[in-house]
């Protein structure tokens, strides 16, 4: 790990791998454009940026969020996101806060029996944020307000380095396949308002990518595997992707391509979701820990050969 400080006219950032970073840009909420455009150069180079002692309202973090793009609509099958109806309706999405529905709560708190947000306490598996759309994320942006000490941390791996450290004949190998990501779980394993359980998953709902990408903005190439429950090598039998995608993922999840986010309240995290992955492991549930988060979106992902 670089201990190296680099200094711009405006920002100042310290490397804590290779493809994570340190950044101060000083108040969010006061970012010029000029300063604004560095943050965005950093997070494209390092893929994961923190900012530090940050005071936001989600308007801010809106405010903030809409500088990198359009938002991603959050999923609105996902459990405390979601009032179920009578009569066989669709389920209708039920925001936290009406007056920004951009922002997405991942906490354990709840107000009685109700869950205040997503994703509880439990595991939160490897994965890439809303892989199974067709249109996936660029950013997402987690926002701490409470944290457990020593708990609750954040993991993440490089998927370009990933990519570039496998072997050449599975690299091949991997750049002609398409993987198919299941939409009827979320990343914790709940399943989704309105959907029925994987019994196949060549059936099962969700869409299909390239599991190699090429970034729309770097060009760099990365192993794009979204969630390993549920996942289908489009074209294989069931048993050739199942062995398939255990190797690939063997591969990836080498300490050598993981950084852990110990988080602190005030933290600001921006991460590439067409470069890393991230997990969260299960904690302490009469502990408290409250995020906020939002995405971006991005673009279909697309395979581009050399």
């Known amino acids: 790990m670089s201990a190296e400080i680099l200094m711009s006219t405006n920002i100042t950032v310290k490397p804590l791998t290779p493809f994570a970073a340190d950044v101060d840009a000083g108040d969010l909420r006061k970012l010029t454009d000029e300063r604004f455009a560095q943050v965005k150069h950093v997070w494209l180079e390092h893929k994961v940026v923190r900012f530090r002692g940050q005071e936001l309202t989600n308007r801010d973090l809106v405010t903030f969020g809409r500088r990198f793009g359009e938002f991603q609509p959050n999923n609105p099958g996902t459990p405390g996101l979601v009032d179920t109806t009578a009569g066989g309706e669709k389920p209708k999405p039920r925001y936290p806060d009406p007056q920004n529905p951009e922002v997405s709560y991942v906490t354990n708190l709840k107000a009685g029996d109700r869950a205040l947000g997503i994703l509880g306490d439990g595991e939160v598996v490897w994965h890439t944020d809303q892989s199974s759309f067709e249109v996936t994320p660029s950013a997402t942006i987690l926002y701490a307000l409470e944290t457990p000490a020593g708990e609750g941390r954040t993991e993440f791996l490089d998927i370009e380095q990933a990519y570039a450290a496998l072997p050449e004949a599975l690299r091949r190998r991997a750049e002609g396949l398409e993987l198919k990501h299941d939409d009827t779980y979320d990343s914790g394993g709940n399943r989704r308002a309105g959907?029925?359980?994987?019994?196949?998953?060549?059936?099962?709902p969700g869409a299909i990518h390239p599991l190699v990408t090429t970034h729309p903005e770097t060009g760099r190439r990365a192993l794009y595997l979204g969630r390993r429950p549920n996942a289908y090598l489009v074209g294989l039998s069931v048993e050739?992707?199942?062995?398939?995608?255990?190797?690939?993922?063997?591969?990836?999840?080498?300490?050598?391509?993981?950084?852990?986010?110990?988080?602190?309240?005030?933290?600001?995290?921006?991460?590439?979701?067409?470069?890393?992955?991230?997990?969260?492991?299960?904690?302490?549930?009469?502990?408290?820990?409250?995020?906020?988060?939002?995405?971006?979106?991005?673009?279909?992902?697309?395979?581009?050969?050399?």
């Not at 999840?253 to 299960?282: A, C, M, T, Y």
Request: overall charge positive.
């Open 195 to 204: 959907y029925a359980p994987v019994t196949d998953v060549r059936t099962s």
């Open 240 to 306: 050739e992707s199942e062995a398939l995608l255990d190797q690939l993922w063997a591969h990836a999840v080498q300490e050598r391509f993981i950084w852990r986010q110990e988080w602190q309240p005030g933290d600001v995290l921006v991460w590439d979701n067409r470069s890393v992955l991230h997990h969260r492991k299960p904690f302490d549930p009469n502990a408290r820990r409250m995020m906020r988060r939002v995405c971006i979106k991005g673009s279909k992902p697309q395979f581009v050969p050399a």
